[in-house]
């Protein structure tokens, strides 16, 4: 099975699971990406989009379509993220085209004070739902395949990556379907997926 493949089964085991199971968060699951948001995240990166994150967005453009904004007294409008955005442990969203590269902006303007704690050929894809410095980024600099590493508030963890970013999505919806994964629960709320520490 190619990785798109594998990225493909194993999204689409965890679309059905939520579907069947958690149809409020199912909700938050956005409708594909265009070829204008892949293009535009193209633009961004400042190099090709790897196929299997294409792959991804291509079938859901994140999991923030209850997402909405706030406007401060300042008039700056900000993000205010919807607990139904959360489909994975710890507290982690999908981040669609847009988010990505806010996300990816945010990381490389730390890592001008941090040197060495973000790179440009990274790409965050699941990361904190409150937007904090941790979650799972797609490393492009490799010649075969795409590693994806764990990222903690202080810097990544390279001694145990995943493999790519099929085998990080089979994990999830392995979790889902044995109901449980590593050392969180899932749990359905009002319709709503929640992971709970066990």
Same mark, same amino acid.
């Given at each position: 099975?190619? +990785? *798109?493949? &594998?990225? %493909? =089964?194993?999204?689409?085991? $965890?679309?059905?699971?939520?579907?069947?199971?958690?149809?409020?968060?199912?909700?938050?699951?956005?409708?594909?990406?265009?070829?204008?948001?892949?293009?535009?995240?193209?633009?961004?990166?400042?190099?090709?989009?790897?196929?299997?994150?294409?792959?991804?967005?291509?079938?859901?453009?994140?999991?923030?379509?209850?997402?909405?904004?706030?406007?401060?007294?300042?008039?700056?409008?900000?993000?205010?993220?919807?607990?139904?955005?959360?489909?994975?442990?710890?507290?982690?969203?999908?981040?669609?085209?847009? +988010? *990505?590269? &806010?996300? %990816? =902006?945010?990381?490389?303007? $730390?890592?001008?004070?941090?040197?060495?704690?973000?790179?440009?050929?990274?790409?965050?894809?699941?990361?904190?739902?409150?937007?904090?410095?941790?979650?799972?980024?797609?490393?492009?600099?490799?010649?075969?395949?795409?590693?994806?590493?764990?990222?903690?508030?202080?810097?990544?963890?390279?001694?145990?990556?995943?493999?790519?970013?099929?085998?990080?999505?089979?994990?999830?919806?392995?979790?889902?379907?044995?109901?449980?994964?590593?050392?969180?629960?899932?749990?359905?709320?009002?319709?709503?997926?929640?992971?709970?520490? &066990?």
């Amino acid at each position: 099975m190619s +990785e *798109i493949e &594998e990225v %493909r =089964a194993a999204w689409g085991r $965890i679309v059905r699971w939520i579907t069947a199971n958690a149809p409020s968060t199912a909700e938050a699951l956005r409708g594909p990406a265009t070829d204008e948001d892949i293009a535009s995240l193209h633009d961004a990166l400042g190099f090709e989009v790897p196929d299997v994150l294409e792959a991804l967005l291509r079938t859901n453009n994140g999991s923030g379509a209850k997402d909405t904004t706030q406007t401060l007294p300042n008039g700056r409008m900000v993000p205010v993220n919807h607990v139904d955005s959360v489909i994975f442990p710890f507290g982690k969203v999908l981040l669609g085209c847009e +988010e *990505i590269v &806010e996300t %990816r =902006a945010q990381m490389l303007d $730390i890592a001008q004070d941090a040197e060495g704690y973000w790179e440009p050929h990274l790409i965050p894809v699941i990361w904190d739902f409150e937007r904090a410095y941790y979650g799972y980024a797609m490393d492009t600099s490799g010649s075969s395949g795409f590693r994806v590493l764990h990222y903690a508030e202080v810097s990544p963890n390279e001694t145990d990556p995943t493999a790519s970013l099929g085998e990080l999505l089979t994990s999830f919806a392995d979790g889902m379907d044995r109901g449980n994964w590593d050392v969180q629960r899932p749990q359905v709320e009002n319709g709503a997926l929640r992971w709970r520490e &066990e």
